[in-house]
């Protein structure tokens, strides 16, 4: 199984970014799928992400700016990102956790100018 994720770029402050993952194999009954991102120097840190059984869950920082979906026709998940601010620059990491180990996408960089 591969993820392949796209959409990174550069923006300026209060712009926006769609990143999408995109999945080999179907997404429809995977435990979870999401993203997370890496700011230079610090750690890994959780963004967003569909959890089997709920809804889509959010990092407090990222709430009210950003957004998940899924086109489970194209097993695609992907993060709409509004009103990016430069704490929001990082490499960006799409996940899927299935039976076995979480598998992760290549990262895809998102610099946000200010």
């Known amino acids: 199984v591969q993820l392949q994720a796209s959409g990174g770029g550069l923006v300026q402050a209060g712009g926006s970014l769609r990143l999408s993952c995109a999945a080999s194999?179907?997404?429809?009954?995977?435990?979870?799928m999401g993203w997370y991102r890496q700011i230079p120097g610090k750690q890994r840190e959780f963004v967003a992400a569909?959890?089997?059984?709920?809804?889509?869950t959010y990092a407090a920082s990222v709430k009210a700016r950003f957004t998940i979906s899924r086109d489970n026709a194209k097993n695609t998940v992907f993060l709409q990102m509004n009103s990016l601010a430069p704490e929001d620059t990082a490499v960006y990491s799409c996940?899927?956790?299935?039976?076995?180990?979480?598998?992760w996408g290549q990262g895809t960089l998102v610099t946000v100018s200010s």
């Open positions: 194999r179907s997404i429809a009954t995977v435990n979870a």
């Open positions: 996940f899927l956790d299935d039976f076995g180990p979480r598998l």
């Open positions: 569909f959890i089997r059984g709920g809804g889509p």
